[in-house]
């Protein structure tokens, strides 16, 4: 998980340096990369910072963990 003020670093890292830290491979930076949070601010302001730094399919999952749990029936997030 990355939180909101760590995404333009995490995204400035090298590939080798994203994998040692993440695990996974560093998105391309024509890959699409959606982001999410809680209700879609937080991701909006990520999917800013992505954007800025050249990722071009870069996108907000703008209903996030509040749509999404609420389509398949989970409690609302407290």
């Not at 995404?7 to 400035?12: G, H, N, P, R, T």
């Not at 890292?13 to 695990?23: D, P």
Request: hydrophobic share 35%.
């Amino acid at each position: 998980m990355v939180f909101i003020n760590s995404v333009e670093d995490s995204l400035k890292l090298s590939n080798e340096e994203f994998k040692e830290k993440y695990g996974r491979d560093k998105p391309a930076k024509e890959q699409e990369v959606i982001f999410h949070c809680r209700m879609g601010g937080r991701a909006g302001k990520a999917t800013d910072i992505a954007t800025a730094l050249g990722f071009v399919n870069a996108k907000n999952y703008k209903g996030s963990w509040t749509e999404w749990s609420e389509k398949e029936g989970l409690p609302a997030p407290k």
